[in-house]
């Protein structure tokens, strides 16, 4: 990959609203110049050529057969994002995508795949990786202070209409699905940042509120990483409270709490000895918190977008960076997609009649059951199920210990599933 020691001249594809804010954040960006900028409507080519010095162009060939032209920035629709990078890429271009990188696995794999037989950069759009809570977090994990992350849970809501800013931000077509693709795909990365890559992940999704088919407007995620930890998503289009997301970090001495807005970092250090809480800091940024509310959040998004290029061109120069690079957005969308796989879930066992179902070892009731250690369970189960199962009776009696069915559900979903099923197979042969 070529590195650089000048200024490195960027081209931007698309001047739609996020476009426009690419554009005055790469005018900002130390160490960077706008050579040209590329789009086909008419009207918002204009407003490119009459607010920025670059010259503007409908045709992306022109832009892309330009030798000073060394990135671009893609700021398009997400379903023309593999072909706008793949372009790029082949001519020689490093790109910085914009999120989603693309809406559905198989062009984003293909990304991937062509920059590393390309030999330049991918980058992903994910600009909440440079906000200050963040950034501060990240700080606080590399000095130790938090331990071994044990969990991370995040959270990405807005109340839909308004905040639908493109009609086609709930077309599954164009972007690959609905809340989780939109804005939960920001939260997506997040907890990728913190939790590192996940062996397993499932998801369920709904579409009940503002029923677009195919365009979830509730989505969630649960994950596994190959080490045990486990990281929880959920995307809304329904926060009738507004605007915000959040990331929970959980670790072995502390955890972290980062939300916006407003922009706030609360930092929880665990209990010593018999205290029931640990101390507790909250970091508020208030030089931030200041501009944000004098400028508007448009310039908070600019701040974390110049932050994002500084970090993009780190990487071409050889250096350190944490932005997402391409690897990071196919697995974001992996993520994210979890929930669109149809997946069986076994439905609840259903009795006619009266009937308790009962654990026959005379080990717990409703009060202590969920203490109970499921593989003596087990153990006294299948060393003896003739005798247990005849201690069974249809009053839900078992050594004087009632078992409620709604104790049932919660231990076959939390415990052991192979035994259960084992119980509910024989009472019904």
Same mark, same amino acid.
């Given at each position: 990959m070529t590195t650089f020691g000048r200024r490195i001249t960027f081209g931007l594809i698309g001047y739609g609203a996020i476009g426009a804010l690419r554009a005055q954040a790469l005018e900002h960006t130390p160490g960077v110049r706008l050579g040209m900028i590329a789009e086909p409507v008419d009207e918002r080519r204009a407003a490119a050529a009459a607010k920025h010095r670059a010259p503007t162009t409908r045709a992306l060939d022109e832009m892309l057969a330009d030798p000073q032209i060394d990135a671009v920035v893609v700021s398009t629709p997400?379903? /023309?994002?593999?072909?706008?990078?793949?372009?790029? *890429? =082949?001519?020689?271009?490093?790109? /910085?995508? @914009?999120?989603? *990188?693309?809406?559905? /696995? @198989?062009?984003a794999r293909d990304m991937v795949a062509v920059a590393q037989a390309c030999g330049k950069a991918l980058a992903t759009g994910f600009n909440y990786r440079f906000y200050p809570?963040?950034?501060r977090a990240r700080e606080l994990i590399a000095q130790g202070q938090l331990g071994e992350i044990v969990y991370v849970k995040s959270y990405a809501g807005h109340p839909g209409g308004p905040e639908f800013t493109h009609a086609w931000v709930h077309n599954p077509e164009i972007v690959g699905g609905g809340a989780l693709m939109d804005n939960g795909i920001h939260v997506a990365d997040l907890t990728l940042h913190f939790l590192g890559t996940f062996a397993a992940s499932c998801g369920l999704r709904s579409e009940s509120v503002w029923q677009f088919a195919g365009s979830e407007d509730n989505g969630f995620v649960l994950a596994r990483s190959e080490d045990g930890r486990i990281g929880m998503l959920h995307a809304s289009w329904s926060a009738w409270r507004g605007y915000q997301w959040r990331v929970e970090v959980c670790a072995t001495k502390g955890a972290l709490e980062i939300s916006y807005p407003p922009m706030l970092l609360l930092h929880y250090e665990r209990p010593d000895g018999a205290a029931? #809480?640990? =101390? =507790? +800091?909250? #970091?508020?940024?208030?030089?931030?918190?200041?501009q944000e509310r004098l400028r508007s959040y448009r310039w908070t998004v600019v701040q974390s977008l110049i932050a994002e290029q500084v970090d993009f061109v780190a990487r071409l120069q050889g250096k350190t960076f944490v932005g997402a690079t391409g690897a990071d957005g196919l697995h974001a969308v992996e993520l994210a997609q979890s929930a669109y796989r149809d997946v069986t879930v076994a439905a609840p066992v259903s009795h006619t009649g009266h009937f308790e179902m009962v654990i026959p070892f005379g080990m717990c009731n409703h009060r202590n059951f969920s203490n109970a250690n499921p593989s003596i369970l087990r153990d006294r189960f299948y060393a003896n199920p003739a005798e247990s199962l005849n201690s069974l009776n249809t009053s839900g009696q078992a050594?004087?210990? +009632?078992f409620y069915a709604k104790c049932f559900r919660f231990y076959w979903i939390r415990e052991d599933c192979v035994l259960v099923n084992h119980i509910v197979d024989t009472l019904r042969s």
């Open positions: 997400p379903n /023309l994002h593999h072909a706008h990078c793949v372009a790029a *890429l =082949r001519a020689g271009k490093h790109v /910085l995508c @914009e999120k989603p *990188l693309a809406p559905t /696995l @198989e062009q809570g963040v950034m029931k #809480h640990g =101390r =507790r +800091r909250l #970091h508020t940024f208030p030089v931030f918190q200041i050594f004087g210990t +009632r």
